[in-house]
């Protein structure tokens, strides 16, 4: 079992920067891959990004890429999403998430992710 906890969330305006936390607990942290997920009102929730266990490799949905930044700290069982020139159509709650991914291939669909989070909301204006 592993929990998960975000924080960092927040309101901001179009061009600013955040970054969230996603720390865990239980079961051995650096074993998962990790994930971000969000979830805009009365949408689906979405693939935003994945790292491996050993922070090597990294998977960005393409409308966050060269924006979104996704690392993680294995010693301190926490991993980040820093979001930088956010534009409001970022706004959603986000979702971090963890996965057993033997064969590193840094799964989208949610459905393949174990355990969530809370989540934390962020939100962009214009």
Known sequence: QVQLVESGGGLVQAGDSLRLSCAASGRTFS???????RQAPGKEREFVAAITWSGGRTKYVDSVKGRFTLFRDNAGNTMYLQMNSLKPEDT?????????DNLRLLPTPTRMYDYWGQGTQVTVSS
Do not use: H, L, Q, S
Not at 31 to 37: K, L
Not at 92 to 100: H, Q, R, S
């Open 92 to 100: 959603a709650v986000y979702y971090c998430a963890a996965t057993i």
């Open 31 to 37: 074993r998962y891959t990790m994930g971000w997920f």
